[in-house]
């Protein structure tokens, strides 16, 4: 799919494939071989009329949360209308400001970390939707659950509620691992010895790819991590040497240009 280019190693790219898209081209672009090794798979976790309803009426709501690229488009999948001018829509990182731009809301309607935040995350989005956040503020969270229904950190979630802010979650799709054959097992044991760089940006890739790879030596491999809990679970995978950086391509390219 991509020329490879000798001098540089290859960058492993770890989104789900229908996130993948804009990083294999961009790095490519910019320079560096690419190999797309989605660690996580995306499933819906209901079928569309039960998605539908689950949502309901964007009018009863202040405000919706969308917590990744997934959340927008599952509910685009299952013909949910873009929400209606006014709603404020939550955004935690750039891939979620653009899932929502391409269903067609508007850009002033998104709220989203600065884009100089140190980080893309709950964190640093709280002090930009803090001011909106009052008692009986309704809010809708859009997010998804891992294989074992874990559904993450709820930290945003409860600043929320504690400011009397009324919540209500909608589970739009899973999180699994992917399945492999054994050519693709191979592929990603050489990826694991042949010098390339790792670009995870979910620690529960991290995990799934420790499950995949259970004998897999990775002290003399190298990682990109994209938060700090992130590169938290990679060092704890084993891998020698890990970098932090924003999701940002231009980050992650500085990144990259340090391992060298």
Known sequence: MFAQQASRPTVVVTRPADQAG????GLHA???PVLALPLIDIVPAADPPALRAAVADWADLDAAMFVSPAAVGMLRQAAVPAPAHGLRC???GAGTVRALRDWGVA?????????DAAQMDSEALWPVIAPQVRPGHRLLIVRGVSANG??????????CRDAG?????VVAYRRQPPVWDAARRAEAGRA???????LFSSSEAVGHLRDLLPHAPWSQARAIATHPRIAEAARALGFGAVRIC??????????LESLL
Not at 107 to 115: E, G, N, T, V
Not at 192 to 198: Q, S
């Open 150 to 159: 874990h559904a993450g950190r709820d930290w945003l979630l409860q600043r």
């Open 192 to 198: 694991a010895g042949d010098g390339a760089v790792w």
């Open 22 to 25: 804009p990083w294999l081209y």
């Open 107 to 115: 850009p002033a309607a998104i709220d989203r970390p600065p884009a």
């Open 90 to 92: 939550w955004a935690p």
């Open 246 to 255: 924003r999701p940002a391509l231009s980050d992650v390219v500085q990144a």
């Open 30 to 32: 910019a320079g560096w």
């Open 165 to 169: 802010c009324r919540v209500r979650v």
